[in-house]
């Protein structure tokens, strides 16, 4: 008569059933939600109406028993996680990571973006293997596997292909039913390396007044051994790297013939020269978020009164004067 008589609840066995029905017609039905889908085929006995699955005008008379009634599902599962970053001080939340889901063949699937909790989730998924790439907001780097921060606190990141702020996942089994949780995206904010060659006129390893900066001093950034970086000291014998990976590091330095390695010291940082005899530096460590300018350069003339290439030509430079 088109009120509900029942409303019947499967058990542990997926059991349904009802007792106590005067005869009449009956119509059975299951309202899908976002979570569950008609099945494209299988053993059921409902047939999927306008967003329901349904047995209708089931005919009951006195001492009838109706059984038999089998109602098939697809439910669809979901994958979740948080992107965080190491800002140098703390493991925050980071909002506006950029991340997509995948098929094992690259296609995009779907495309969301981090919250401000740092969350973000992909829902409606059927079975079958995914995979996850993120892009990291402009100033953070993606965190390699390798990095001890992935041991500390129960950081954890999926992203296992790494370059620079990009990162993608390897596969991940997706199964009826089951909602896979904590897939989450690490980052850290890149360093900046860099600081001054200069000729260090009376070679006692120390940067003094009208000591000048030496332009043209090839500079190669190493990890483990490997060149990540190249660059030339400018006019005034500055050099930089940017978006440095906070891990160690050792520079490889060639130098213009006229000059050669001076005095190497560690008793003052900020003004002292770091390179060896054979163009190379003790390693260094960088941290997450830093400016690590403890990497001078010093050098002596090969013959006095012979200097390199550009030495004090560099363009007069006001610093009292705002542009």
């Not at 996680?81 to 063949?105: E, R, S």
């Not at 990009?166 to 949780?181: P, R």
């Not at 850290?188 to 390893?205: H, I, K, M, Q, Y």
């Amino acid at each position: 008569n088109g009120s509900v008589f029942a409303v019947l609840t499967t058990d542990e066995e997926g059991v349904f059933a009802t007792e106590g029905l005067v005869p009449g017609r009956f119509d059975v039905v299951y309202e899908l939600d976002s979570r569950h889908i008609a099945p494209k085929s299988g053993d059921t006995t409902f047939s999927e109406g306008e967003g329901c699955m349904e047995v209708r005008s089931i005919s009951v008379t006195q001492g009838d028993e109706v059984q038999g009634l089998t109602l098939g599902l697809v439910r669809l599962s979901s994958m979740d996680g948080k992107a965080w970053v190491d800002d140098g001080t703390q493991v925050t939340a980071l909002p506006n990571v950029a991340v997509t889901l995948t098929d094992m063949d690259g296609n995009t699937l779907q495309e969301t973006v981090t919250d401000e909790t740092g969350a973000y989730a992909f829902n409606g998924l059927l079975p079958g293997v995914y995979a996850v790439k993120a892009r990291m907001p402009k100033g953070i780097v993606v965190v390699e596997q390798t990095d001890v921060r992935l041991t500390q606190d129960g950081n954890e990141s999926i992203l296992t292909t790494v370059s620079g702020g990009e990162g993608t996942s390897d596969g991940f089994q997706v199964v009826m039913a089951y909602d896979l949780t904590g897939l989450n995206i690490g980052g850290v904010s890149p360093a900046v390396v860099g600081d001054l060659c200069w000729l260090d006129e009376n070679n006692n390893g120390l940067q003094d007044m009208g000591e000048g900066g030496i332009p043209g001093v090839e500079i190669t950034l190493l990890r483990d051994g490997v060149a990540v970086q190249s660059t030339v000291s400018d006019q005034y014998g500055f050099y930089r790297f940017e978006n440095v990976y906070p891990a160690e590091y050792t520079l490889l330095v060639h130098w213009p013939l006229a000059v050669k390695p001076g005095q190497v010291r560690t008793d003052f940082p900020m003004i002292v020269s770091v390179l060896e005899e054979d163009g190379t530096t003790a390693p260094f460590t960088v941290d997450s978020a830093s400016r690590h300018y403890d990497a001078d350069l010093g050098f002596v003339l090969v013959k006095k009164g012979v200097y390199p290439d550009g030495y004090g030509e560099g363009a007069t430079q006001f610093w009292n004067v705002q542009h």
